[in-house]
């Protein structure tokens, strides 16, 4: 925005501080003159002679006061003026220094370079709180922005593996016509639903991330209950024991966001298990002010320095077990922190002692939400191989 030249701040309190010290001089000036000179009388008497009892108190008139005060209180004045004007020139800039070092390190930040950080020294103040805030801001820009491009880049890269396949296919078939086509449909088909599907995680995942949806009451219970009937099949697959148990536990937010939130983890929980005769238990519960949904696997051992990062994008975790047709395209725990982060819950992910994970998702829970009795468990045995 074109903006017209204006005075700078430091200017402004220079005149603001010179301003003030004039003013004040001449109040002191103007009680001087009310609570000492009128009582001076104007005579035209050389003196003024009064007698209280036996003393005589003799006096200057009041316009001779007058002629030699004038002249002092006008040099005062003037003094007050310069001194004002540079001590407040000194002053302003000694204020207004903390405030030139944020600029100057905004503008750098406005240049790209996030790194920059201002780390003022001295006392705790109102200027220290506001570079300190413009340093933790900058902090969490910068991590942003470089998870926002690791993000793009992997994105990108995941992106671009299905169409490759599927120009290689079509290369392929356009060079081989008598190339049996039912097998090459078919490829296709699995290469573009893997692409629609990251498409579609990746859309869910901004949707998670920009908080654009309506908040509305919902029952962590049944949303268990109802990804435990769509996985069910999967489970029965894998020779996976599914069990939902607890009571209700009611939070406030998106219904489609946590169903697909609680969708994945029981996927990843049955994805991410024992060969065979494993097991899952998703538990939900009202735990003082908040609803809190837990979803424990059976599996191989975990390290501990991989829990943490597999909450990342794309972030498959190689030292679990997986196959290739329910391998997902690295969001699935990407999208539940996500969802989480936009419900202002938490997520915490431990290793559990002989094997697996253990989920824990901490909801807001709303106001008056009474807790009631725990539902009967439901339950899929094992199924015989």
Known sequence: ?????????????????????????????AVMWVFVLRWVPNDDARSIQKRFGAVIIIGPRRSDLLNGFAPAAATALAFLLVFGLLGGWILAGRMLAPLTRIASAARIASNGSLSHRIRM????????????????????????????????????HELRTPLAVSRTLLDVARSDPSRDQGELIERLRTVNTRAIDLTEALLLLSRADG?????????????????AETLLPLAEKRRITLDVTGGTAHAVGSA???????????????????PADGTVTVHTERLHDASVLRVENTGRPLPPELVPTLTEPFRRGTERVRTDEHAGVGL??????????????????APRTGGGLLVTVRLPAPCGAASEPPRAPYSKPRQAP
């Open 256 to 274: 489609a966001l946590i169903l697909r939130m609680v969708t994945n983890l029981v996927q990843n929980a049955v994805v991410h298990n024992l």
């Open 1 to 29: 925005m074109n903006r017209r030249p204006n005075l700078s701040a430091r200017l402004k309190l220079t005149l603001s501080y010179a301003g003030f010290l004039l003013v004040a001089g001449v109040l002191l000036l």
């Open 211 to 227: 908080r654009s949806f309506t908040r509305e009451p919902v029952d962590l219970s049944l949303v268990a209950e109802e990804a």
């Open 121 to 156: 020294a001295g006392p705790t103040d109102e200027f220290r709180e506001l570079a300190d805030a413009f340093d933790t801001m900058l902090e969490r820009l910068e991590s942003h922005v470089a998870e926002q491009q690791r993000f793009a880049a992997n994105a990108s």
């Open 332 to 349: 699935g725990l990407a999208i539940v922190h996500s969802v989480v982060r936009a419900h202002d819950g938490t997520l915490d992910l």
